[in-house]
């Protein structure tokens, strides 16, 4: 019973992108951290980007200056607001007193706010290097962090590296897909030339999610063997689809192989010019 | 009765303005003041300050005309890469006001370490010059009613040309 209750009080304060439970560091004799956390909770109801957030944690901090969950706190406000300087030095120093439970939030902020590839692989192996356990799933919970990893070794131009991620990934029987794992897939092999391989990577996004963008790289793929009918008729059911927002979408940035209107316009224009 | 009104609200009033004097955060972070010597007079907000939103309060993302791939093009057409070795981020954030209509710039950069660098003025001020320049933003509104709110460019930067412009 002892054993499943420190199991559960670790689980809670490592526990992925939410406040700790303060209790628990009560229950392990670091007071200064429960005193700290119990400080910081009174940014309660403030909005992130406001003073009375701010200044909560820095009271938190001034208590204890090792409070990771407190610089990771403050830091999401410079991100949003696209301020990588403080965004950077804050985050640094919540991996810096606590990398097992803040890396994973550097790396994928890293790849989603910046395109910082290399950093996000660096975060990422990094992290992989400290636990034991599944290494998890980026902040906003899009991605798990190995396919961020793959992402990002396409994104420099390494297309084996990334390929091999995703295999490796996607054959594990104990992984769960995410929404756009097909569809990234998809069109890494469509980049590599493997047409055939693409078509079947994105009719299984069709399965998972079927968006905008897998008919409009599926339609790309078919031109590229030669099936016009087809093309048309994906590049047709994209524009719909994309009409109908059934498509990426992320209110912070753009992402990864997100396509727009005039993406798709331009394809169909081409298709019918060359029929 | 009058009185005691008059030294509550006086009371109040200072001690308002005691908690923001001594904070060092403004109302929100990232908030950018006029200041005289570097903003236009011409361009005004429509509502008050306090009332300024953040581009992702609206949730639709990014609003320009023509879409990302509208902005993009912008860039495409009008920036000339520089031959230097420089790489990094630079960050030009502004506000977009009721009218679709920009003002207050304020400029980050920084190397590929996120450390504070200075560009290359050729690649500063061309970025900055088309920013300013652009002239397809939306409106945004909340609750119907047309709302000025902060908006973003970052340029990633590789040897001198842009090789990625998020959001």
């Known amino acids: 019973m002892k054993i499943c209750t420190q199991l559960f009080l670790i689980l809670v304060i ?52 090792t ?55 660096e975060d990422i192996k990094h ?17 798990h962090l190995n396919i961020i990893m793959a992402l990002s070794y396409r994104a420099i131009g390494k297309p084996m590296e990334s390929l091999k991620i995703f295999e490796q ?19 890494l092999n469509f980049e590599m030339g493997n047409y055939a391989k693409a078509i079947e990577t994105l009719k299984k996004q069709e399965i998972e999610n079927d968006i905008a963008e897998n008919r409009y790289y599926i339609a790309l793929a078919y031109r590229k063997l030669g099936n ?31 396509i727009f209107l005039i993406d798709i316009e331009n394809e169909i224009e081409t298709t019918y010019n060359n029929r | 009765m009058k009185k005691i009104i008059v030294l509550s609200l006086l009371i109040l009033f200072a001690s308002c303005s005691t908690d923001t004097n001594n904070s060092k955060y403004l109302r929100w972070v990232g ?22 939103r953040q581009y992702f309060h609206f949730n639709k993302g990014l609003q320009y005309k ?18 230097t070795d420089q790489s990094g981020w630079i960050r030009i954030r502004f506000i977009v006001n009721c009218e679709g209509n920009t003002g207050r710039f304020r400029i980050i950069e920084s190397d590929m ?24 933003w939306k409106v945004q509104s909340m609750r119907d009613k047309p709302t000025d709110y902060y908006q973003y460019l970052i340029f990633k930067i590789i040897k001198g040309d842009i090789i990625e412009i998020m959001p």
Not at chain 1, 79 to 96: E, R
Not at chain 1, 243 to 258: A, I, N, T, W
Not at chain 2, 31 to 52: A, G, M, R
């Open chain 1, 14 to 65: 490592f526990r992925i992108n939410a406040q700790p439970n303060c209790e628990a560091f009560k229950y392990y004799g670091d007071t200064l951290k429960y005193e700290a956390c119990k400080e910081a909770e009174k940014r309660s109801g403030h909005y992130q980007f406001s003073r009375k957030y701010q200044e909560a944690l820095d009271d938190a901090l001034a208590i204890d200056s």
């Open chain 1, 67 to 121: 409070f990771a969950f407190a610089y990771r706190a403050k830091s999401t406000a410079y991100l949003k607001s696209g301020d990588f300087i403080t965004w950077k030095k804050l985050i640094d120093k919540a991996v810096q007193y606590d990398p097992e439970g803040q890396l994973y939030y550097r790396a994928s902020c890293r790849y989603q706010f910046f395109r910082d590839y290399k950093g996000a692989i």
């Open chain 1, 127 to 143: 992290l992989d290097s400290l636990v034991k356990y599944d290494i998890g799933y980026s902040q906003n919970g899009d991605y």
């Open chain 1, 169 to 187: 990934t996607l054959q594990d029987s104990s992984y769960s897909v995410g929404i756009y794992d097909y569809l990234h897939l998809g069109v």
């Open chain 1, 228 to 258: 016009t009918k087809e093309c048309i008729y994906n590049l047709d059911l994209a524009k719909k689809k994309y009409l109908m927002e059934s498509r990426m979408f992320d209110p912070y940035v753009e992402k990864m192989d997100q």
């Open chain 2, 31 to 52: 908030d950018s003041v006029y200041t005289l010597e570097i903003d236009t007079t011409e361009f005004k907000l429509c509502n008050s300050e306090s009332s300024v």
């Open chain 2, 66 to 83: 023509g879409e990302k791939e509208g902005l993009r093009t912008e860039f495409k057409q009008e920036y000339t890469a520089v031959d």
């Open chain 2, 113 to 136: 370490d996120y450390q504070e660098q200075v560009f290359d003025e050729r690649i500063i001020n061309q970025i900055l010059k088309i920013t300013q320049s652009l002239d397809g």
